[in-house]
């Protein structure tokens, strides 16, 4: 019904920054939030930030705030993650996911679709 795909991940110097997006498509309208996780290895999916498709409302993890920013443009149906100030603990496998209802919204279990992933590392 939707699908998802990443783009812009890489690797960067501790400092640097990268820009990710993600392109939605199929069944769009019936996606209320999108938002964006990292898993590194080892560790589980963590939630980093998410918006409200209807209105741009945004909402971040603690670790992000003031660092990355997510945005939407809605006329080609996409969401994007700009990572600031990047640090090591930031390095991960980072997935954009839409979500159909609304709940507890940087909770992974609510997410309903899924990307395949891109990979974002920095090193020290």
Request: proline share 2%.
């Amino acid at each position: 019904q939707v699908q998802l795909v990443e783009s812009g991940g890489g690797s960067v110097q501790a400092g640097g920054s990268l820009r990710l997006s993600c392109s939605a498509s199929g069944y769009t309208g019936s996606i209320r939030y999108m938002g964006w996780f990292r898993q590194a290895p080892g560790k589980g999916r963590e939630g980093v930030a998410t918006i409200y498709t209807r209105g741009g409302n945004t909402y971040y993890a603690d670790s992000v705030k003031g660092r990355f920013t997510i945005s939407q443009d809605k006329a080609k149906n996409t969401v994007n993650l700009q990572l600031n100030s990047l640090s090591p603990e930031d390095t991960a496998m980072y997935y954009c996911a839409a979500k159909r209802d609304t709940g507890w919204l940087l909770s992974q279990k609510e997410y309903n679709y899924w990307g395949q992933g891109t990979q974002v590392t920095v090193s020290s």
